[in-house]
């Protein structure tokens, strides 16, 4: 029988035993795009609601009395913020896509997902047993061909993608999905995971401005805006039906109250503070001269490598240099894809990135 431990000298063996490390050096890892994690005036809001005597736990379920005013408050500020008719929040991201997967599919519909969609998403089609058709990467003709497949009557099409990926950095068609959603009598759903705070033309995500009738979005609160959970934006029969059938949600304590509240707050200056989203730009761009064999769309840099081990050693060096930038392997992204994850934010210098690059320059010879 195989032991745990043949399976970790196994990892060894391959490259890809993870451990975990505590930050150290420069910020090039992280997903906290706008810089909001260590703003004073998120600590302020803490501070001033501890005093305030806000509950540090919710004590239960959303329905069992752990549905507390701040978690009502940012539902309904994230309802106008976003503009959308209803939002739920959620402890994570994670357990979000899991509880609208596992909840919303029914058993005769066919899920169409876009093949570098977050594992939690299709640990979500793992569990909701219904057909999945798997679609090339970001090939609007592949959703369409799906799409145009032959189901029961009493089937629905469901779309999967993340608006912007989180290993690749770049975007999905959203705008196009979902007039096929239209066409094709099927709904999306977007993880906005890696959008919202950053993209769309006030911060809202590649989502923003469009109707959310055949669509849900899933803003993750723990990247750009600093803080943690997720909101589900969706109609309010949606929502409704979230709060009484969706497992994760009822039977989850709740989030902590103060959590809700930084998350509000948080909103609040991502709405207030644009500057973030286009320092942002300015870096990109700046990259891009640096790194002139990339191609940028997002504040995600991948660097590919190929081996994984390869990867792993490069980026032991460049954190021997003072920057915090970690390889990524298999499973997370495809075999003899092993890349540095180079993760932008608001906070970092150009005189930081030009150091990095001039560090990644002779490794990658």
Not at 109 to 121: K, P, T, W
Not at 124 to 143: E, I, Q, S, Y
Not at 206 to 229: D, F
Not at 243 to 258: D, G, K, Q, W
Request: proline letters at 4%.
């Amino acid at each position: 029988m195989t032991t745990f431990s043949d399976k970790l000298t196994d990892l060894d063996a391959k490259g890809r035993r993870r451990s975990l490390r505590l930050p150290l050096g420069i910020d090039l890892s992280s997903n906290d795009y706008l810089g909001l994690s260590k703003h004073p005036d998120l600590r302020r809001a803490a501070i001033e609601a501890l005093e305030g005597g806000i509950e540090i736990g919710a004590t239960g379920s959303r329905l069992l009395r752990g549905h507390r005013d701040a978690h009502a408050e940012l539902e309904a500020f994230a309802a106008t913020h976003f503009n959308v008719p209803a939002t739920l929040f959620f402890a994570n991201g994670f357990q979000a896509n899991y509880a609208l997967i596992t909840t919303l599919f029914g058993r005769h519909d066919v899920a169409i997902f876009d093949a570098l969609c977050h594992a939690s998403m299709r640990d979500g089609l793992h569990a909701a047993h219904v057909d999945t058709l798997k679609v090339r990467h970001n090939d609007l003709d592949g959703f369409e061909t799906a799409l145009k497949k032959p189901r029961r009557a009493d089937a629905r099409a469901w779309v999967l993608v993340e608006s912007v990926y989180s290993m690749d950095g770049d975007v999905a068609p959203v705008a196009e999905l979902l007039g096929l959603c239209e066409r094709y009598d099927a709904m999306l759903i977007v993880d906005e995971a890696h959008g919202t705070g950053v993209f769309g033309a006030t911060g809202r995500g590649v989502t923003e401005g469009l109707p959310h009738e055949r669509m849900i979005s899933l803003h993750t609160c723990g990247k750009a805006l600093g803080v943690a959970g997720a909101l589900v934006c969706a109609r309010g029969d949606i929502i409704d039906y979230l709060i009484n059938f969706a497992r994760p949600f009822i039977f989850s304590t709740a989030p902590m109250p103060l959590q809700a509240l930084l998350v509000q707050k948080a909103l609040e200056l991502s709405a207030a503070e644009p500057w973030r989203r286009d320092r942002l730009k300015t870096l990109q761009i700046f990259v891009a001269t640096r790194l002139q064999n990339l191609t940028i769309h997002s504040p995600i840099v991948p660097i590919i490598i190929g081996e994984d081990a390869k990867a792993v050693v490069m980026a032991e060096a460049l954190q021997g240099q003072g920057f915090d930038i970690r390889a990524i392997r298999p499973p997370t992204v495809p075999a003899g894809t092993a890349r540095l994850r180079l993760s932008l934010n608001a906070n970092l210098g150009k005189d930081d990135l030009a150091r990095f690059a001039a560090a990644l320059s002779p490794l990658l010879e």
